[in-house]
Nanobody
Framework: QVQLVESGGGLVQAGGSLTLSCAASGRTFTPAYMGWFRQAPGKDREFVAAIRWSSSASWYGDFVNGRFTIFKNNAKNTVYLKMNNLEPEDTAVYYC?????????????????WGQGTQVTVSS
Protein backbone atom coordinates (compact mmCIF):
# COMPACT_ATOMS: atom_id res chain seq x y z
CA GLN A 1 0.00 0.00 0.00
CA VAL A 2 1.20 3.50 -0.84
CA GLN A 3 0.88 6.36 1.59
CA LEU A 4 1.17 10.02 0.68
CA VAL A 5 1.85 12.45 3.50
CA GLU A 6 1.66 16.20 2.92
CA SER A 7 3.28 18.87 5.04
CA GLY A 8 4.10 22.54 4.87
CA GLY A 9 0.68 24.14 5.03
CA GLY A 10 -0.08 27.01 7.34
CA LEU A 11 -1.21 30.60 7.68
CA VAL A 12 0.44 33.24 5.53
CA GLN A 13 -0.31 36.82 4.61
CA ALA A 14 -1.30 37.78 1.09
CA GLY A 15 1.79 38.10 -1.06
CA GLY A 16 3.66 35.53 1.00
CA SER A 17 5.05 32.13 0.08
CA LEU A 18 4.72 28.54 1.20
CA THR A 19 6.28 25.31 0.04
CA LEU A 20 4.24 22.13 0.40
CA SER A 21 5.84 18.69 0.49
CA CYS A 22 4.39 15.27 -0.22
CA ALA A 23 6.37 12.18 0.71
CA ALA A 24 5.38 8.78 -0.61
CA SER A 25 6.04 5.62 1.34
CA GLY A 26 5.04 2.00 1.22
CA ARG A 27 5.60 -0.49 -1.52
CA THR A 28 7.91 0.24 -4.45
CA PHE A 29 6.43 3.36 -5.88
CA THR A 30 6.81 4.50 -9.46
CA PRO A 31 3.91 6.73 -10.40
CA ALA A 32 3.39 8.13 -13.85
CA TYR A 33 2.40 11.52 -12.41
CA MET A 34 2.30 13.29 -9.08
CA GLY A 35 -0.14 16.09 -8.68
CA TRP A 36 -1.54 18.70 -6.35
CA PHE A 37 -5.22 19.52 -6.03
CA ARG A 38 -7.03 21.87 -3.71
CA GLN A 39 -10.50 22.19 -2.28
CA ALA A 40 -11.97 25.29 -0.72
CA PRO A 41 -15.11 25.15 1.45
CA GLY A 42 -18.20 24.70 -0.67
CA LYS A 43 -16.21 24.23 -3.88
CA ASP A 44 -15.20 21.26 -6.00
CA ARG A 45 -11.72 19.82 -5.85
CA GLU A 46 -9.53 21.75 -8.30
CA PHE A 47 -6.41 20.79 -10.22
CA VAL A 48 -3.37 22.84 -9.21
CA ALA A 49 -0.29 21.22 -10.77
CA ALA A 50 1.20 17.90 -11.85
CA ILE A 51 4.60 16.57 -12.80
CA ARG A 52 5.69 13.58 -14.85
CA TRP A 53 7.69 11.31 -12.57
CA SER A 54 10.07 10.02 -15.25
CA SER A 55 10.87 13.49 -16.57
CA SER A 56 10.14 16.94 -15.26
CA ALA A 57 7.34 17.84 -17.60
CA SER A 58 4.78 19.82 -15.64
CA TRP A 59 1.31 21.26 -15.96
CA TYR A 60 -0.56 23.93 -14.04
CA GLY A 61 -4.09 25.10 -13.49
CA ASP A 62 -5.05 28.26 -15.35
CA PHE A 63 -5.33 30.27 -12.15
CA VAL A 64 -1.66 29.68 -11.24
CA ASN A 65 -0.38 32.39 -13.61
CA GLY A 66 3.27 31.56 -12.94
CA ARG A 67 2.99 31.85 -9.14
CA PHE A 68 3.45 28.15 -8.30
CA THR A 69 6.20 25.69 -9.17
CA ILE A 70 5.99 21.91 -8.86
CA PHE A 71 9.21 19.96 -8.53
CA LYS A 72 10.35 16.60 -7.22
CA ASN A 73 13.10 14.55 -5.69
CA ASN A 74 12.85 11.02 -7.07
CA ALA A 75 15.40 9.63 -4.62
CA LYS A 76 13.25 10.82 -1.71
CA ASN A 77 9.93 9.92 -3.39
CA THR A 78 8.86 13.48 -2.65
CA VAL A 79 7.04 16.09 -4.67
CA TYR A 80 6.90 19.77 -3.74
CA LEU A 81 4.73 22.74 -4.55
CA LYS A 82 6.32 26.13 -4.08
CA MET A 83 3.68 28.82 -3.95
CA ASN A 84 4.60 32.49 -4.30
CA ASN A 85 2.51 35.64 -4.24
CA LEU A 86 -0.32 33.88 -2.45
CA GLU A 87 -3.78 35.39 -2.54
CA PRO A 88 -6.72 34.94 -0.15
CA GLU A 89 -8.43 33.02 -2.98
CA ASP A 90 -5.71 30.35 -2.63
CA THR A 91 -7.08 29.41 0.78
CA ALA A 92 -7.97 25.71 0.64
CA VAL A 93 -6.99 22.24 1.71
CA TYR A 94 -4.22 21.11 -0.61
CA TYR A 95 -4.01 17.43 -1.51
CA CYS A 96 -1.21 15.44 -3.02
CA UNK A 97 -2.16 12.70 -5.46
CA UNK A 98 -0.50 10.02 -7.55
CA UNK A 99 -1.56 8.63 -10.90
CA UNK A 100 -0.11 5.29 -11.93
CA UNK A 101 -1.20 5.19 -15.57
CA UNK A 102 0.48 7.09 -18.40
CA UNK A 103 -1.75 9.73 -19.91
CA UNK A 104 -1.97 13.13 -18.27
CA UNK A 105 -5.28 14.26 -16.84
CA UNK A 106 -6.50 17.01 -14.55
CA UNK A 107 -9.47 14.93 -13.43
CA UNK A 108 -9.15 14.04 -9.77
CA UNK A 109 -11.11 10.82 -10.24
CA UNK A 110 -8.27 9.47 -12.37
CA UNK A 111 -5.67 9.69 -9.61
CA UNK A 112 -5.06 6.52 -7.67
CA UNK A 113 -3.61 7.57 -4.33
CA TRP A 114 -4.30 10.59 -2.14
CA GLY A 115 -2.80 12.23 0.89
CA GLN A 116 -4.82 13.48 3.82
CA GLY A 117 -4.47 17.13 2.85
CA THR A 118 -2.80 20.15 4.37
CA GLN A 119 -4.54 23.44 5.11
CA VAL A 120 -3.32 26.63 3.48
CA THR A 121 -4.84 29.85 4.74
CA VAL A 122 -3.97 33.19 3.19
CA SER A 123 -5.02 36.28 5.09
CA SER A 124 -5.68 39.62 3.43
Amino acid sequence: QVQLVESGGGLVQAGGSLTLSCAASGRTFTPAYMGWFRQAPGKDREFVAAIRWSSSASWYGDFVNGRFTIFKNNAKNTVYLKMNNLEPEDTAVYYCAARLVVGFTTESNNYDYWGQGTQVTVSS
